[in-house]
């Protein structure tokens, strides 16, 4: 039975993708395979980080403890940790828990995509800005399903006219995003970009079906309070 490197659990509302503003059971998993340069919690992958050494099966119970019909798993990058997918079956058996996986693009998605139960992936596509653009696994995009979500993170001009031509290649921008229903938010950096450049540049390139997303956490709380 694999044990889960648990550095954060708690519930609070989601702060951003399709569930923003709903409550959350939070599972933060240590260790991440990127170093974006605006990453928030790259306390938690730092080797020895403190944590707590979980089953699948008792996360699961303190999940349906918690009394909260969602569950978000986060990190860090959770799909690094090793027997992931047992911690996804253990979660998704009864098909009632609604099951979203934070997760930063640069991990394949093929060995997860096809796991029983109402499970969702918020994929990060990084942008030049934040230092990673490299390390994308392109292949993921073509796994996506109208449950699942992509979420531009911007730190610049530069990054959104990067992030609409990488949208337009992928199929995820126009006509085409209307085909599969994935869904695209773009989200400014907190303190690098004004969320009012983000809606013109959205204006002026007319693009349609995809959303502008803040980050509610950060405007509810401190910025870099940990646990909500």
Same mark, same amino acid.
């Given at each position: ?5 648990? #550095?954060?659990?708690? %519930? ?8 923003? $503003?709903?409550? /959350?059971?939070?599972?933060? &998993? ?22 707590e050494l979980l089953s699948a099966e008792e ?43 934070? #997760?930063?693009?640069? %991990? ?8 029983? $139960?109402?499970? /969702?992936?918020?994929?990060? &596509? ?103």
């Open positions: 039975m694999s044990q889960f490197h648990v #550095t954060e659990r708690f %519930v609070s509302i989601n702060g951003e993708a399709r569930r923003a $503003g709903e409550l /959350s059971c939070f599972i933060r &998993l240590a260790g991440c395979n990127l170093r974006c340069n605006y990453c928030d919690t790259r306390w938690s992958c730092e080797p020895g980080v403190e944590s996360l699961h119970t303190w999940v349906r403890d918690c009394g909260i019909k969602n569950a978000t798993l986060t990190g860090g990058e959770p799909l690094l940790a090793p027997g992931i997918e047992e911690l996804l079956r253990e979660l998704g058996e009864d098909g009632t828990l609604r099951i979203e996986v934070e #997760t930063n693009g640069a %991990v394949p998605l093929k060995p997860l995509i096809d796991i029983p $139960g109402n499970i /969702s992936y918020t994929m990060d &596509l990084k942008c030049p800005g934040s230092g990673m653009a490299e390390h994308m696994c392109w292949e993921n995009y073509e796994l996506l399903r109208p449950q699942d979500t992509v979420k531009c993170v911007v730190s610049d001009r530069k990054d959104l006219d990067w992030v609409r031509e990488k949208l337009g290649e992928r199929n995820l921008i126009g006509d085409a995003i209307r085909k599969n229903h994935v869904a695209v938010y773009i989200s400014p950096v907190f303190g690098r970009i004004r969320p009012l450049e983000i809606v013109d540049y959205m204006k002026e390139h007319r693009m349609n079906d995809v959303r502008l997303q803040l980050q509610l956490h950060k405007f509810i709380w401190d910025p870099g309070k940990k646990g909500v």
